[in-house]
Each structure stands twice: as structure tokens, then as C-alpha cells.
């Protein structure tokens, strides 16, 4: 009879288990990197191939490139190790402080570095200007990002200082290194625009613009990150969870993008950094105000913190100042074998 019952209880207790298997967010199979999300249907798959084309199309002057511009495709930036990835192609934005003042009148913050023929507009030769580098971010995973709910962001609003980018139509700021776009179409027209010189509607139809987006919105993420507890132990006592919140669950009506867990590991709030990381304003965030940035995917990075300045993790966490100096100094403090776990951890994200 005991044994019966004890039967029935392990039955019941599966049982439960599975629907609760059933309800909760799953984490894909990992694909290979480029590659598009396993569990797309049909059609989002072939938006996802047609979306890859534009997005590697190389522009030249007869079909809209310029007349100033950064690079002829996304992909010639976007390409390592494969197209959607990272590059080594710096960029240059520039703002004039203290005032804050995105340079419109001359061009916008995003200066470009080649031309098809007109001579370039120079960085103007304003007292103040200050000139700032960004690196090109791998685009892995950026629709699970896009489907994180804004109600999930604003809960840690205060968590280490964080702040949310609410920009001037009310949206809220997720994308660019200062959290300058809300959604990924917003970014990526914009991209168009000031890396290739290249308008929407009238240089690439809104049809195109928006497969190019599904292509970027459908890039599987790199794969789960291993279970460490020593090294995962390490980053949160020494408070880099706080703001590189390790995973959220998205939301989404496309299926595919629908409680997924993704690991980000990143608020997707600004947080003040420091002088030492100070460059432009940018958006509604400060000088020294930057995103937190994701670090899904670092396994394959060569360079971090936003102009790629520092060659290993270790030097960008030592140059966390303001809201970070206090976790950089945890890191410092930590005995030379747990440091060396939460770098192996990193290493695995
Ligand atoms: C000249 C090189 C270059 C080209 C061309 C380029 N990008 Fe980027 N991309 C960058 C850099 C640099 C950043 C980081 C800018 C920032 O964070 O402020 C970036 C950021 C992004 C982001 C946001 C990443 C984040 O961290 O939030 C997306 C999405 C993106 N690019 C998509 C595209 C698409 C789509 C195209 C083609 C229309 C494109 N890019 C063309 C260099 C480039
Ligand atoms: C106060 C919030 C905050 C805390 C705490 C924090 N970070 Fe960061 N982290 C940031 C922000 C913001 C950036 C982007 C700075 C930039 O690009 O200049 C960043 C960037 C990084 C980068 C560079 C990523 C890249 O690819 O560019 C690494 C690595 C990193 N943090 C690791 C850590 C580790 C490890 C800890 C704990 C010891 C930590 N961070 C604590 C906010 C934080």
C-alpha cells in the first residue's frame, strides 16, 4: 500500500513536472552562429534569407550609396565571423559640449569617412567638439533583445543607479550604445541612412528595409552559456549581475521570439560610467552615460567597452568608473583563483 502510494506520488509529481515543462520558457537548441532561430516558420525563414541579401547588397552610387557614407553594406561591418557579426570598422560621432548639441546643422553626430565624389563635410572646427569611437557590435540575438518587455527593464530602474532611456516620443530606449532607438526598424533605417547614405523610401523601399530587419530580428543567439557555479558565484558577489542582468524572458507574437530566455546580461539601462569612459552626448544620454552593454556573445569578442579600447575584460572591467567603480574594485579585491574563475565564466558567455 505505502509503496503504491509512493508510486502514485512519483507519477503525479512527473506529471506535474511536465506541465510545468510545458509552460516555461525554453531556451533553443543552439544553431550554428549566422544562423537564423531553429523554430521559425516557413515564411519567417525565407524573410530571414531574403533579409540576409539586403543586408550583405552592396550599395554603389547608381543605386543610392552616398553621397557620404561610412561603408557600401551592413555587411561589410557587421561580417566577423560571419555576416551579422562584429567588425573591426571603427566609426567616428562627434557633439559639441557641454552644450550638448548633436551637430545637425552640420551633418548629425555620425560622420562619414567616405564620400562619392562631393568633398566630405569636415568635423566642424567648433571649440568643444568632442570626437567619439564606436566599435561595430555582433547583432546575435538581437531579436530576443527587441522582445524583452519594457515593464521587465523598468523594474531594475535604481539597481546600481540605472536609469531608463526614455526618449522624446515617450519610447524607450534599448538600441545603440547609448540607448539612442527603441525598436530595431528605428535603428536599422537609421543605419541606412548615416552608414551608407542610402534613404528610405526613396533609395530602398520600406519592403526592403523591413526584410533586412527580419533578417537582423531572426539571427539565432550564440549558444546558452554552460553552467558554472563558481564563476557565476564570483560575478554576482562582486555586483556585475546588478547591472549585467543575466537573462529575461521575452514576449512576442512571434512564436519563435515568445518566452524565450534570453541571455543578455545587460539592464538595457544607462548607467554614468565614469569621466574616464566620458566622450558625446548622444540621445538623452550624458557624457558619460552609456548602456550597459550585453555581454551575450563575449566569448567571440577581441575588443570591449564602446570604442574598443580595452583587449581584454579584465582591462574594460578595471576602466568601470562612477556607478561601476565599486564592482571593478570587488573584481580587484577578489583572490587571484576566484578572479580567475569569473574570467573563465566570462569567457563562456
Ligand atoms: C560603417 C560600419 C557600419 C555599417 C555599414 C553598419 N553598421 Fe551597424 N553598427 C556599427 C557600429 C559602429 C554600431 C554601434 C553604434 C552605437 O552603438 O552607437 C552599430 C550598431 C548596430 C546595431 C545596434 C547594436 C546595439 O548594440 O544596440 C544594429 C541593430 C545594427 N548596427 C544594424 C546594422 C544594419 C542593419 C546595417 C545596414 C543598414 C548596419 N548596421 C550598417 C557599424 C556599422
Ligand atoms: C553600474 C553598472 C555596471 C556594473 C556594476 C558592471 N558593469 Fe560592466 N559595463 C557596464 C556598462 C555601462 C558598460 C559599457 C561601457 C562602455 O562601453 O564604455 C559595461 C561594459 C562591460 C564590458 C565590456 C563589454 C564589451 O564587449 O564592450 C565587460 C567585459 C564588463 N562590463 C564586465 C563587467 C564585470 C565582469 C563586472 C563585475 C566585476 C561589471 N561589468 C560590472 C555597466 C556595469
Not at 526614455?166 to 541612412?193: E, M, Q, S, W
Not at 527580419?214 to 556585475?240: K, S
Amino acid at each position: 500500500m505505502m509503496r503504491m502510494t509512493g508510486r502514485l506520488m512519483l507519477v503525479v509529481a512527473l506529471f506535474f513536472l511536465i506541465m510545468a515543462g510545458a509552460a516555461m520558457p525554453t531556451t533553443s537548441p543552439s544553431p550554428q552562429v549566422g544562423a537564423p532561430l531553429p523554430d521559425l516558420t516557413p515564411n519567417e525563414l525565407a524573410r530571414f534569407t531574403r533579409g540576409k541579401a539586403v543586408f550583405s547588397r552592396e550599395f554603389t552610387p547608381e543605386t543610392g550609396l552616398g553621397p557620404f557614407f561610412n561603408n557600401s553594406s551592413c555587411a561589410a561591418c557587421h561580417e566577423e565571423p560571419v555576416v551579422g557579426g562584429a567588425g573591426a570598422f571603427g566609426e567616428d560621432e562627434a557633439g559639441e559640449q557641454p552644450t550638448c548639441d548633436e551637430l545637425e546643422p552640420s551633418g548629425g553626430p555620425v560622420f562619414r569617412q567616405q564620400s562619392t565624389g562631393p568633398s566630405l563635410p569636415p568635423i566642424p572646427a567648433l571649440a568643444d567638439v568632442r570626437v567619439a569611437v564606436r566599435s561595430t557590435p555582433a547583432l546575435f540575438g538581437f531579436g530576443l533583445i527587441a522582445a524583452i518587455p519594457n515593464s521587465a527593464i523598468l523594474a531594475n530602474q535604481g539597481r546600481a543607479g540605472g536609469r531608463a532611456a526614455f526618449l522624446p516620443d515617450g519610447k524607450l530606449g534599448r538600441f545603440g550604445r547609448k540607448a539612442t532607438d527603441a525598436d530595431l526598424l528605428t535603428f536599422i533605417r537609421g543605419a541606412f541612412d548615416k552608414e551608407q547614405g542610402v534613404l528610405v523610401p526613396s533609395e530602398l523601399s520600406s519592403a526592403d528595409l523591413a526584410l533586412t530587419v527580419d533578417f537582423v530580428r531572426f539571427l539565432a543567439p550564440p549558444p546558452a552559456p554552460g553552467v558554472d557555479r563558481y564563476g557565476e558565484r564570483m560575478f554576482h558577489i562582486t555586483g556585475c549581475a546588478t547591472c549585467h542582468i543575466p537573462a529575461f524572458i521575452t514576449r512576442s507574437p512571434i512564436e519563435a521570439l515568445n518566452r524565450k530566455i534570453v541571455y543578455i546580461y545587460s539592464d538595457l539601462l544607462l548607467h554614468d560610467m565614469g569621466e574616464g569612459l566620458a566622450d558625446i552626448c548622444k540621445g538623452v544620454a550624458g557624457r558619460s552615460e552609456f548602456r550597459t552593454e550585453p555581454l551575450m556573445g563575449l566569448r567571440n569578442r577581441t575588443r570591449f567597452l564602446h570604442d574598443g579600447r580595452a583587449l581584454s575584460p579584465e582591462s574594460a572591467i578595471a576602466q568601470h568608473g562612477g556607478q561601476g567603480a565599486a564592482s571593478a574594485a570587488a573584481f580587484m579585491n577578489l583572490s587571484r583563483l576566484d578572479r580567475y574563475a569569473l574570467l573563465r565564466y566570462l569567457k563562456s558567455l
